[in-house]
DNA sequence: CGGTATCCAAGCCGATACTG
DNA sequence: CAGTATCGGCTTGGATACCG
């Protein structure tokens, strides 16, 4: 029952702090852009977390008007509309920490790799592209959307996808961001697979700012 | 000597909060978008800090690289490229803070209203307008040109600005985001007050997300 | 001016245990 | 499954005092 401290500062930057600056708070958000969670979800897709933590967490964020609980079948958590409008801020904050010098190992959540993939995605490289995929990550759907320079990222399969891509995170994310060889990863692709091999070009691999 | 704590966490937001996530560190570095300042200036613009944060903060700060320091009679922090490159996300960031339903009562340092005027700032309202302005509050001195639905912000006195407008940002911020008028106000307007009082009518007040 | 030293309180971590 | 309760140990933050 902590009463959560303020900057006491009026400022736009120090009341969104005041809301989501505590430790935690932001990646928690994170965890939500694409869709609901449970609190069970929350804790193992942050590492390290207690429950304790995220217990408090949340129930700062819903007393602030950032994340909403609903029963549908257990509770669940997600974005208000205005905690939704956070996602902007995250693709931009993800975009320059991919900057970062220090390149901490671990796992990367499945959530996590896709909005990596917005803060990455590099419109020219994608200007002559138009194709809507599937991603598959352990039990987890995506459906990616490339339109002419443009990305959009749902949660949920898509209709009728050009390609579907099904493996893990840390193998997605080598294969946009790092070594692109398909050859021997634990991937698997169906449908259009030249279109697949496609999109994972159309992502920038971040250069670390000079130190 | 504190090794700063990591989340460990490959993620770009993550690894963004690593760095500027700690307590007053981004408020820090908005104290830091239009220009060097000394430790003595941070302390007082970030009323309620310990200088003994500051001085941690600062030292996490560029030992991550997002701040330099200078010595320019005496010493002089300032943002590194890569620090500043967070100009855009404390702009996006301000602009979703400026709606939370809680408002702390207290004083805007005069950077921070800068950022603020950026992040309120409407395009379409500025369509027709092509003005430039000299800020002056206290003893700083910002430059505001506005051409036609852009506005660029920096610190120091433009050229020949069309208007000046002097006084303090209490002030000022009323003028933008409530009460516009300027009757009975201390503020100082020289050179064309028509513009002047236009400025006051590009940039939005926040509406509230609704609780 | 530009910080460091010291002390205290609060918060977080991590574990574990327990409940509706 | 979805949390709350509690506890020890440690780390941070906050306040004040002090010093080159």
Redesign the interface.
């Known amino acids: 029952m902590t009463a959560l401290r ?14 989501i ?1 505590e ?1 935690w708070a ?2 928690i958000v ?1 965890e939500l852009l694409f869709g609901p969670k449970r609190f069970t979800d929350l804790r193992e897709a942050l ?2 977390v207690s429950p304790n933590v995220v217990s408090q967490r949340l129930r700062e964020l819903v007393a ?2 950032v994340v909403g609980r609903r029963k549908e079948g257990g509770r669940v958590y997600e974005l ?3 905690g939704l ?2 996602h ?3 693709v ?18 499945a959530d ?2 896709m ?2 993939l917005e ?1 990455t995605f590099v419109p020219a490289q994608a200007a002559d592209l138009r194709a809507t995929y599937e991603l598959r990550l352990g039990h987890r759907r995506f459906s990616v959307e490339v339109d002419r320079g443009a990305i959009a990222i749902g949660s949920g399969a898509p209709r009728r996808p050009d390609a579907v891509v099904a493996t893990d995170p840390g193998t997605l994310r080598r294969l946009v961001f790092g070594d692109r060889r398909l050859a021997g990863a634990p991937v698997d692709v169906r449908g259009d697979s030249r279109l697949a091999r496609r999109l994972f070009r159309v992502f920038a691999r ?1 250069r670390p ?3």
């Open positions: 303020s900057y006491g500062d009026p400022c736009g930057i120090a009341r969104a702090l005041d809301v600056g430790r932001l990646l994170r590492t390290g602030a008007g208000t509309p205005w409008d956070l902007p801020v995250l931009a904050l993800g975009k320059w920490g991919a900057r970062s010098p220090a390149r901490p190992k671990g796992r990367l959540s996590a790799l909005v990596a803060s971040p700012a000079e130190a």
